[in-house]
Each structure stands twice: as structure tokens, then as C-alpha cells.
């Protein structure tokens, strides 16, 4: 995965996002967004932040935004998977604590609960 470097409004939106602060980096994706519609990684750290207030529409409109961007972008996939879930009801208790709880663990809980989610549809088929 290659590394990602955001530009300096992004930056401190992604650290409001990581301390809890997720209205103020809404606020700034936004901002962000305005400026370059075509970043989608913003898009991909705005969809973090809705999930973290329990905005589960709007976080899965960002997802499936960086998608359309993106559709190589596995953290859109990862995020997008979370929100649609039936566990994305249960996100405001599992969310960021002061930025203990890091994106790549929730990445790792949502990619093994989509594949948990797709074996049990393959078995009710069969």
C-alpha cells in the first residue's frame, strides 16, 4: 500500500477526526472536498468521521464516493462495508476514544465481519 501524504488542511481535519473531534473535521473535509473534489482520500476520512457521529447515510455516500473515484481504494470498500452492516448501529459504542482505537483495527473488524457476512449468505443459499 503506498503511502498517502495529506495536504495540511486534510492533516488537521484527519487529527480532529482522531481526537474525537468529528464535527470539526467534518467541517474541514468539507472545506477540503470544496477545494478538490477529486481527493479522495478526504472523502475516505470524511465517511470516518459521519460513521463516528452515527451519520451511517452520509458516511456511506463518502465511501461510495472514493469508490467512483477510486475503485482500487480498499479503506473506501473497508469503511463502506462497516457503515452497511447491521453493526454500524452499534459503531457509537466502538468508536475512537482519544485516538486509541485505531482506523486499521476498525479496517481489520469490518473486512473479517463482511467476509463472516458473505459465508453466512453463501450458506443460506445452499
Not at 38 to 52: I, M, P, S
Not at 80 to 89: D, F, G, H, V
Request: hydrophobic fraction near 35%; proline fraction near 5%; avoid cysteine.
Amino acid at each position: 500500500m503506498a503511502l498517502t501524504v495529506l495536504p495540511p488542511l486534510a492533516l488537521d481535519s484527519w487529527r480532529s477526526t482522531s481526537t474525537g473531534l468529528s464535527q470539526l473535521a467534518t467541517e474541514d473535509f468539507n472545506e477540503t472536498i470544496r477545494l478538490d473534489p477529486q481527493y479522495t482520500e478526504a472523502y475516505v476520512k470524511r465517511g470516518f468521521a459521519h460513521l463516528n457521529l452515527g451519520e451511517i447515510e452520509a458516511a456511506t455516500g463518502d465511501y461510495s464516493e472514493a469508490i467512483r473515484l477510486d475503485p482500487q481504494h480498499a479503506d473506501a470498500y473497508a469503511g463502506r462495508a462497516l457503515a452497511t452492516l447491521p453493526l454500524a448501529r452499534i459503531w457509537r459504542p466502538m468508536r475512537m476514544e482519544s485516538g486509541r482505537r485505531s482506523w486499521e483495527s476498525t479496517r481489520g473488524h469490518a473486512a473479517n465481519t463482511r467476509r463472516d457476512h458473505r459465508d453466512s449468505l453463501r450458506a443460506s443459499r445452499t
